[in-house]
């Protein structure tokens, strides 16, 4: 584990996303925009049918990987997204499915 950078302006946000979220190539498709967007953190699906996922790195890309995740991929139907901001001292060097 990695600890993050002093001078960062990472941030690390954990969030839930809710609908047809499951089945659908969702992870997958996650992973893809997250490495586009130079996001880090991770995916996965919950036993309840959500998706939860870990996002790390500059707010506006975390901001527009948010975004994203409102709509998600093709096939996906996207019910709510809830994040909230997450306090850690472990650097995520990737994003990746869990």
Do not use: C
């Amino acid at each position: 584990m990695k600890k993050l950078y002093n001078d960062s302006q990472a941030e690390t946000i954990s969030v839930n996303i809710t609908g047809r979220v499951q089945g659908v190539g969702f992870r997958a498709a996650t992973v893809r925009q997250a490495h586009l967007l130079g996001v880090r953190g991770w995916v996965r699906n919950l036993e309840d049918g959500s998706v939860e996922a870990l996002l790390q790195g500059p707010h506006d890309r975390v901001d527009r990987m948010l975004s994203w995740l409102h709509v998600g991929p093709p096939g996906a139907r996207v019910g709510e997204v809830n994040h909230r901001e997450t306090f850690t001292e472990r650097y995520f060097e990737r994003f990746e499915q869990i």
